[in-house]
């Protein structure tokens, strides 16, 4: 720690920061624009001006820019300086120049750092009054509006997209005032990252477009924290509803989770909540109408349960809370996991490696700072971009402790610390089977079939420990390739092994598990990741439950006719013939749901199931880590949570334990009682009837206006607010004012910072952890108990006349819910087949050209996508696009056509 003094004021501050983030982090206000915690400082906007004395007796002092000064023992500086306070409302003047005077349309109105920072400054009139600069906009895609007539020259979005998220089709050009932020010409931003633009900016340049098409000022949004439901990394949104539709996600920093930023599936994939293929009333199919109202479709429910030989089916994207209510409706011994029996199979192997396995997990911060990183069977950026994101940063660690720290250059300086280190990165090494956006940054890339990329991991593992088997039969270049992977890791302080379920193979996580295990036996600080399908995948594994084709054989079998299907449409879940054959031996088939799908169109009786915005829940990430969402806004009387549906039932039905809950605390209680490994979540939130000076926690910003004339068509005065007996927030702009509890934090705001930048009050200091810790508890703890796996697989042999067929994943078209979202599906890629070039080549196939093939008995005809990386006798398929009959891959498709296979080597560069 060193002691500076701020305006004649002592403060203990940590030694090494900049004094801006030194100032913000102690609460001073001191305007800035180009410096964020997340990329540090470069000195561009000259706007955190502060006089900087030598000593006590230095009366005059000098102009330094904040952001660019390293605080040190006994530094004496000054906001409140006459001279700061004029040069930092002159650059604000300067900056203003050609700033459109058009706050009242801009998108950012009133959520505006530009907006803040010239109000702190005291710059209350324009002095400028000839014409101003103007640009033509651009066609950035259906994510963002650009209005380049408002940039001030920052840099950000610059120095985000390229040197942060790594996107190459966004630039700056030409020079002095001229500058201009877009692209070189129209077209889609092709980053997966690119909605944090309208964040990063602290203008209104870069803006949320889904946003605009609502528009609503962001201070008339009620909004609630909430958890990405899109895959299985659970990042922290701030959801936001306006007239009873959601209109906006946004960043809801989380120290340990995903910081400042969020992919674009979930800041944009949010529309399927408004989609007009939602559930909206409760249908019985026997009855005409078949829609109903809530409590004639709870007593056909009712009846249809009673008379039948009931099973429930949980979904990996339903709340623990739902699930479980499922689970004890129907009892411990007919519950059923809703996934496919491989990914039943692969998410209980990853839980047991994180919970017996002996090296621990990281959060995503924590893989930011890690030194080498071995990556097997995992496509990130399709499958976790925020993780892929994170790797992006791990890979500076190397060169920034080696090169950066020795030439004495903070870490903050970035543009120095990026001039110091040029292309220099760290060891990264992929493999997979086809290319992936951060082969650009690794040292090797082995492109091969799941089971050889499990060779080569076991062949690391035992080069770093003997006690790991080996591996037979291994080429002289994969050994090779091993040993440079096993010497890299060991060479590291903190080495990281990353791995998941999306190729499909068991292997390739033993594998991982293995190199883990022989890093921690070698006493280095190691770490292991893992990627689950789903938001919930993880929790759904460690509440249990039966696979799938046992419930399907439970009805086939006669053991059961009555199925209650929770959140989940079955048809992505096995094949089309499977579930057709399942559903229709059933006698009733009761769906809770919120889109139409195939399941639904199946369901003799379908409750309206509340989304993630009007439900109450808990999901558990990759990591373990337990975080609550909260409902949004208020719904009608026949949409509600998933739990509320199913506890109604129970009570119903007289179960005397289901009888007794009087709401969600009570369901969260028998949770944590019946299943010890749950038994922390109650930790993630505070209760129900926690207050804070009496007070609930409100939705609502102080500034929300509109109450009355919302419902004005109806009757003019204003209307009751809905109760909200199922969390301490409440649906009014009455209440506590203070700062709540991390995990209920519903907004950022603070006075004079109306802007995402009053995220920096809520910290304990600048790009640190939350007051009062982040949101979340981790449930998973490795106890080391697991021994070396010896399941080395026998090299891939090509099948003749067959293809193995691989899964491939798409950020944008293999997650279920996103793919409603209108900005999303203009994203989604058109179905194919990608194949070995050479393979085509014999085949005597072209690009584009059909392939017909079957998995299963069902029939395929996709066209052909050439690959210089999938192996001969391999093939790829997406994974979950719209158009693409469910396969549960990997799987050996049957070609109409006899080929002979010759054995091509692996791509290695």
């Known amino acids: 720690m060193a002691t500076i003094y701020i305006d004649n004021k002592p403060y203990d501050v940590k030694a090494g920061k900049n004094l801006l983030e030194a100032c913000l982090s102690l609460g001073l206000d001191l305007p800035y624009f180009c410096y964020h915690p997340a990329m540090g400082s470069i000195g561009a906007c000259r706007q955190c001006a502060v006089k900087v004395y030598r000593d006590e007796n230095d009366t005059k002092g000098k102009l330094f820019m904040s952001c660019m000064e390293q605080v040190r023992e006994g530094m004496r500086v000054s906001i409140a300086d006459l001279e700061a306070k004029e040069f930092r409302a002159h650059v604000i003047g300067w900056l203003m120049t050609n700033h459109p005077h058009d706050c009242a349309v801009c998108d950012e109105g009133g959520s505006c750092h530009l907006q803040d920072m010239t109000v702190m400054t005291g710059h209350n009139y324009r002095q400028y009054r000839f014409d101003k600069r103007t640009y033509i906009n651009q066609n950035l895609g259906p994510f963002l509006n650009h209005e380049m007539n408002r940039c001030i020259q920052c840099y950000r979005c610059v120095r985000y997209y390229k040197d942060y998220a790594g996107g190459k089709d966004l630039d700056v050009y030409a020079a002095h005032n001229h500058l201009y932020f877009g692209r070189a010409e129209d077209g889609t931003l092709e980053s997966e990252f ?36 899109h895959c299985s990394l659970g990042c922290n949104t701030i959801a936001g509803e306006r007239y009873g539709t959601l209109r906006n996600i946004t960043n809801r920093y989380n120290g340990e989770v995903n910081g400042y930023f969020l992919c674009d599936r979930g800041r944009f994939g949010y529309e399927f909540v408004n989609s007009a293929g939602r559930v909206r009333m409760p249908l019985v199919r026997q009855m005409l109408p078949e829609a109903t109202d809530k409590y004639t479709a709870l007593k056909a429910a009712a009846s249809a349960l009673k008379a039948g030989r009931v099973i ?254 929770l959140e989940n449409d079955l048809f992505r879940r096995a094949s089309t013939a499977r579930v057709t054959q399942f559903l229709d031996r059933c006698e009733q088939v009761i769906v809770l749901d919120h889109l139409h799908n195939a399941t639904t169109e199946k369901a003799d009786i379908l409750l309206p199931a509340g989304t993630f915005s009007e439900a109450d829940g808990t999901l558990i990430n990759n990591e373990g880590r337990a975080q609550r969402f909260f409902q949004v806004h208020a719904t009608p009387e026949e949409i509600q949570e998933s739990w509320h549906w199913l506890a109604e039932l129970g009570t119903i039905m007289a179960d005397e334990q289901i009888s007794s809950w009087h709401g969600y605390d009570d369901i969260v209680k028998a949770l944590t009682n019946e299943i010890p490994a749950l038994r922390s979540i109650k930790k993630a939130a505070p209760p129900s009837d926690f207050r804070i000076a ?15 004339s919302m419902l004005a068509n109806i009757n003019v005065s204003e209307p009751k607010p809905p109760q909200d007996p199922d969390s301490p927030l409440s649906y009014t702009m009455e209440g506590y004012r203070g700062q709540p509890p991390s995990s209920v934090i519903p907004f950022f705001w603070s006075p004079g910072w109306n802007s995402v930048q009053a995220t920096n009050k809520y910290q304990q200091e600048v790009g640190g952890h939350l007051k009062g810790g982040d949101p979340g508890i981790r449930l998973i703890e490795p106890i080391g108990t697991a021994p070396f796996s010896v399941a080395v697989p026998q090299a891939f042999v090509p099948l003749e006349g067959h293809l193995f067929m691989l899964p491939l994943h798409h950020t944008f078209g293999s997650e279920e819910l996103s793919n409603q979202a209108a900005a999303i599906q203009e994203r989604i890629p058109e179905p194919y087949v990608a194949i070995n070039a050479t393979d085509a080549q014999r085949m005597k196939l072209s690009e584009g050209q059909l392939l017909s093939f079957s998995i299963e008995g069902q029939v395929y005809q996709l066209p052909i996508k050439l690959s210089q990386t999938i192996p001969s006798g391999a093939a790829g398929m997406p994974n979950g696009l719209p158009g693409v009959p469910f396969a549960e891959l990997p799987a050996w498709a049957i070609l109409n056509r006899d080929i002979k296979w010759k054995k091509q080597p692996q791509t290695t560069f």
């Open 694 to 708: 009496g007070q609930k926690i409100p939705r609502e910003p102080h500034r929300f206006s509109g109450r009355t």
């Open 312 to 565: 429930g089916i949980g979904s990996p994207r339903a709340s623990l809370e739902s699930n479980y209510v499922l689970r004890k409706l129907v009892g411990e011994d007919n519950f059923h996991h809703g996934v496919s029996d491989t990914n039943h199979d692969l998410v209980d192997m990853a839980l047991n490696i994180l919970c017996e396995g002996s090296a621990p997990t990281p959060t995503l911060q924590e893989i930011e700072q890690c030194d080498a990183v071995f990556i097997l069977g995992e496509d990130l950026t399709n499958t976790a971009p925020l993780m892929a994101l994170a790797v992006r940063q791990s890979v500076r660690q190397k060169p920034m402790l080696e090169q950066v720290s020795k030439a004495n250059i903070p870490v903050w300086q970035d543009a120095a610390a990026r001039s110091l280190i040029q292309s220099e990165q760290g060891p990264l090494f992929m493999a997979h089977y086809t290319p992936t956006k951060l082969d650009e940054l690794a040292t090797k890339t082995y492109f091969n079939a799941p089971d050889d990329i499990a060779r080569l991991g076991f062949a690391v593992a035992n080069l770093i420990h003997p006690d790991s088997p080996e591996v037979r039969g291994i080429s002289d270049e994969d050994q090779a390739l091993a040993q440079q992977i096993a010497d890299a890791l060991m060479q590291a302080s903190k080495p990281l092994v990353i791995s998941g379920t999306s190729s499909g193979n068991e292997r390739v996580l033993k594998a991982a598990a293995n190199i883990a295990h022989a890093l921690i036996a070698r006493e280095k600080a190691a770490s292991i990741s893992l990627v689950v399908p789903e938001c919930n995948s993880m929790g759904l594994a460690m509440m249990g439950g039966h696979k799938l084709e046992s419930a399907f054989e439970a009805v086939l079998n006669d053991y059961a006719d009555t199925v209650i299907i």
């Open 194 to 229: 690119s909605g944090n633009l309208a964040e990063v900016c602290p203008t209104g340049v870069f803006t949320d477009k889904t946003l605009k098409q609502h528009y609503t000022r962001k201070w008339d949004l009620t909004s609630a924290p909430s958890v990405c439901h």
